[in-house]
């Protein structure tokens, strides 16, 4: 764990090709060779057996184990299969191109036992997996005879070969791993999750802070990350435009958009080979500060205006937030719509009757965006959340659907449109 000194600011530093989701990828290697056998590690590879054109293969060792098992985001359904409250899912092994992963959270995600090699001390599971990423952990050991999602006295854990970033052992449990495109197999290609292999990659900072004149008990120390962009320069004439990203309910935290949404990822790719100009991200961790947009206004944004070269008025500013991070984002607009040009709304903002409405003439210098998967109850929220926006005379905002539940799944496909279609636009 790091350590803390309240009062003044830490920041650990990670490059970007220390990400999570580094699993070995290899060409082309047979699973019945012995040199498959023999590795030790999670890994990724084409196979023309393959329903996608690639399998993972998962690796966990602990020869001492009785038990090991597997939990992925891979239960998959389909448009055909769904409805905005109901869906049947089918397993991997059932995958047809078009299909999704549909849960909510990571208890809906499915476990499977994991098979040991007495030779090497490794437990084994093999999938095959559409392009994109894709968020697992291990769950070892645990009471004797128990059902495949019960973890009572279990030690669950991220992959200790392919770890997340995380500031503090255990703030992260699940690893990530990256499937490329197969065009022949596969007609979703989300290779821009992929992480690159060159050096047009950033970097991350994680921060400490004190939240002076806050007065909450907290739920955790306070503290964000910072993306900043392949060849950043502290010195540079023009000051960065900045975004602030918030997460959601849940196990969540400042790493959860680097973790499972990959930011870093698609913002190399964005800035690498989609013409996107450079800029910052400064990734909230709302659970040090139960959600208060205040603090990201009168704490955060002076620690990161003071800290960095971005800039510090509305035009140079953007915040997103998925879920409840999107009701934040929604509550900033209401109070301070102006601290911001750029609002990208995500899967949430919803309004009860009793709750504040838009002022009218407010949001006339604010550019807003609203998303939401078609397979989750945000979608309702989204247009009521339009709705509201209406009344008050706004009608020049943007509405972007996809395919997809109220998960990463979905978020990830969010951020890259929310970036080509709105932001600095």
Same mark, same amino acid.
């Given at each position: 764990?790091?350590?803390?000194?309240? &009062?003044f600011i830490?920041a650990?530093l990670?490059?970007a090709l220390?990400a $999570?989701g580094?699993?070995? *990828?290899?060409?082309?290697m047979?699973i #019945?060779s012995r040199?498959?056998?023999?590795?030790e590690?999670t890994?990724?590879? +084409?196979s #023309?057996e393959s329903?996608?054109g *690639?399998?993972?293969t998962?690796r966990?060792?602990?020869?001492?184990?009785k038990r090991v098992?597997?939990?992925g985001?891979?239960s998959f359904?389909?448009a055909?299969?769904s409805?905005?409250?109901?869906s049947?899912n089918?397993?991997?092994?059932d995958y047809?191109d078009?299909?999704?992963?549909?849960q909510v959270d +990571?208890?809906d995600?499915?476990?499977?036992d994991?098979?040991?090699c007495?030779?090497t001390?490794?437990w084994?599971y093999?999938?095959a997996? $559409?392009?994109?990423v894709?968020?697992?952990?291990f769950?070892v /050991?645990?009471k004797? !005879?128990?059902?495949l999602? %019960?973890?009572?006295n279990?030690? =669950?854990?991220? #992959?200790?070969n392919?770890? $997340?970033v995380?500031?503090?052992?255990g703030?992260q449990?699940n690893?990530?791993?990256? =499937? $490329?495109f /197969?065009?022949d197999?596969?007609?979703?290609?989300f290779?821009?999750q992929?992480?690159?292999?060159?050096?047009?990659t &950033?970097?991350?900072e994680?921060? *400490?802070?004190?939240?002076?004149g806050?007065?909450?008990?907290?739920?955790?120390e306070?503290?964000?990350?910072? *993306?900043?962009?392949?060849?950043y /320069?502290?010195?540079?004439?023009?000051?960065?435009k900045?975004l602030?990203?918030?997460?959601g309910? &849940?196990?969540?935290s400042?790493t959860s958009?680097w973790?499972?949404? =990959?930011?870093?990822?698609?913002?190399d790719n964005?800035?690498?080979?989609?013409?996107?100009?450079p800029?910052?991200i400064?990734?909230?961790?709302?659970y040090?500060?139960?959600?208060?947009?205040?603090?990201m206004?009168k704490n955060?944004i002076p620690l990161?205006e !003071?800290?960095?070269?971005v800039?510090? /008025?509305?035009e140079?500013?953007a915040?997103? !937030?998925?879920?409840k991070?999107?009701?934040l984002?929604?509550?900033?607009?209401?109070d301070?719509p %102006?601290?911001f040009r750029?609002?990208?709304l995500?899967s949430g903002?919803?309004f009860?009757e009793?709750e504040?409405r838009?002022?009218t003439?407010?949001? %006339?210098n604010c550019?807003?965006y609203?998303a939401? !998967?078609?397979?989750?109850?945000?979608?309702?929220?989204?247009y @009521?959340t339009?709705?509201?926006?209406a009344?008050?005379?706004k009608?020049d905002? @943007?509405v972007?659907?996809?395919?997809?539940g109220?998960n990463?799944y979905?978020?990830?496909?969010?951020?890259?449109?929310?970036?080509?279609?709105?932001?600095?636009k």
């Amino acid at each position: 764990m790091l350590a803390i000194k309240r &009062g003044f600011i830490l920041a650990v530093l990670f490059a970007a090709l220390a990400a $999570p989701g580094q699993a070995r *990828y290899l060409e082309r290697m047979a699973i #019945d060779s012995r040199e498959f056998a023999l590795l030790e590690t999670t890994t990724v590879f +084409q196979s #023309d057996e393959s329903p996608t054109g *690639y399998y993972a293969t998962f690796r966990y060792k602990a020869p001492e184990a009785k038990r090991v098992r597997i939990r992925g985001e891979w239960s998959f359904s389909g448009a055909r299969l769904s409805s905005l409250h109901t869906s049947e899912n089918v397993m991997p092994g059932d995958y047809a191109d078009g299909m999704f992963p549909l849960q909510v959270d +990571q208890n809906d995600w499915p476990a499977f036992d994991m098979e040991l090699c007495e030779q090497t001390g490794v437990w084994i599971y093999t999938i095959a997996l $559409p392009c994109g990423v894709w968020s697992y952990r291990f769950i070892v /050991d645990g009471k004797e !005879g128990a059902e495949l999602t %019960d973890y009572e006295n279990a030690f =669950v854990t991220s #992959d200790p070969n392919n770890p $997340p970033v995380e500031r503090s052992l255990g703030q992260q449990t699940n690893s990530q791993v990256f =499937v $490329p495109f /197969d065009a022949d197999k596969q007609t979703a290609d989300f290779s821009i999750q992929l992480p690159r292999t060159d050096e047009k990659t &950033g970097t991350l900072e994680i921060l *400490y802070y004190d939240p002076e004149g806050l007065n909450y008990e907290l739920l955790d120390e306070p503290s964000v990350a910072v *993306y900043l962009p392949c060849g950043y /320069d502290p010195s540079r004439e023009e000051a960065y435009k900045v975004l602030y990203a918030s997460h959601g309910g &849940g196990v969540e935290s400042e790493t959860s958009w680097w973790n499972k949404g =990959v930011i870093g990822n698609l913002t190399d790719n964005l800035l690498a080979d989609y013409g996107v100009e450079p800029f910052v991200i400064v990734l909230l961790n709302n659970y040090a500060d139960s959600f208060d947009h205040a603090n990201m206004l009168k704490n955060v944004i002076p620690l990161i205006e !003071g800290r960095y070269n971005v800039r510090s /008025d509305a035009e140079g500013k953007a915040l997103c !937030g998925i879920s409840k991070g999107a009701i934040l984002a929604k509550n900033v607009l209401i109070d301070s719509p %102006d601290s911001f040009r750029y609002y990208g709304l995500f899967s949430g903002a919803y309004f009860s009757e009793s709750e504040e409405r838009f002022e009218t003439g407010s949001l %006339d210098n604010c550019e807003i965006y609203l998303a939401a !998967g078609e397979r989750e109850t945000g979608l309702t929220a989204m247009y @009521r959340t339009a709705e509201k926006l209406a009344n008050a005379g706004k009608t020049d905002f @943007r509405v972007f659907t996809v395919m997809g539940g109220h998960n990463w799944y979905t978020w990830r496909q969010v951020y890259v449109d929310f970036v080509l279609t709105e932001l600095w636009k």
